[in-house]
């Protein structure tokens, strides 16, 4: 596998992160995501994880644009994406006859490229387990933060201390919890309900989308 080079510019700051330690709590696509750039710039990087094994399955995610481009490409994973990509083409909604009742055009359901979330997460997973520290079935405990860095203990590993912390673990972050407090102090309702209509969608001849869309 041929490693592609950044295109970002980095600053003479960026280049040598080697006196940072880190550690990331989670390793679906967040975690590993920065675990790759931070290792590039020297970082020590230990990512822990609390399922068993890196965490497979979902469904597909897409990216679409210039910017998803320029920041997979930054990234050296572009090509590996194209590679693993879904290849979904159109879809084709049916009755319960089979009759053909809307299509849905791949530029709408997968973008420019799409891929398995679990594949995503496996390719930077790949690109960083050489330089990056792995923990799996394991979780952060307490946190005690000082001037200097961070004292962590976990779940079941032996206590360690790192100059920073980061919370990659999801929408009900374990990390945030401990830093801020229970997630109910925060949590708020909007209101709101998300639907989805039209954009795009072909009806093909004599097909309805029912009432109340
Ligand atoms: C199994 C799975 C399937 C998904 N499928 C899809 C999909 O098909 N399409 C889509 O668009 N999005 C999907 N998502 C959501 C999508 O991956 C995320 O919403 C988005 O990518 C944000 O990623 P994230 O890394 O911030 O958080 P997440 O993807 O939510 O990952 C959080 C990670 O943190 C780990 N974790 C949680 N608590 C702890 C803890 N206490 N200690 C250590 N680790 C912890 C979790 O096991 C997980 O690996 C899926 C997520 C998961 C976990």
Redesign the pocket.
């Known amino acids: 596998m041929t490693k592609q080079t950044r295109q970002t510019p980095q600053t003479p700051q960026q280049k040598n992160l080697s006196h940072l330690s880190v550690l990331i709590?989670?390793?679906?696509?967040?975690?590993p995501a920065l675990a790759l750039d931070l290792a590039r710039l020297g970082a020590r990087v230990t990512v822990?994880?609390?399922?068993p094994d890196l965490?497979g399955?979902?469904?597909?995610?897409d990216f679409r644009g210039h910017v998803h481009r320029t920041v997979l490409t930054s990234m050296g994973i572009w090509d590996e994406i194209h590679r693993r990509q879904t290849h979904m083409g159109r879809q084709t909604v049916v009755d319960a006859d089979g009759n053909p009742r809307v299509d849905l055009p791949a530029e709408l359901m997968s973008g420019d490229v799409e891929i398995?979330?679990?594949e995503l997460a496996r390719i930077m997973y790949e690109r960083t387990k050489d330089e990056v520290e792995y923990v799996f079935g394991?979780?952060?405990a307490t946190l005690g933060e000082d001037a200097d860095g961070v004292d962590v203990t976990f779940e079941k590993g032996a206590p360690r201390r790192f100059a920073l912390v980061v919370g990659?673990?999801?929408?009900h972050?374990?990390t945030r919890r401990l830093v801020f407090g229970d997630e109910s102090r925060y949590l708020r309702f909007f209101d709101l309900l998300l639907g989805f209509r039209g954009c795009g969608v072909t009806l093909l001849e004599g097909a309805s989308l029912g009432a109340g869309r």
Do not use: M, P, T, Y
């Open positions: 709590s989670g390793a679906s696509v967040a975690g822990v994880e609390k399922a965490r399955g979902g469904f597909a995610v398995f979330r679990g394991d979780s952060i990659a673990d999801g929408l972050s374990n």
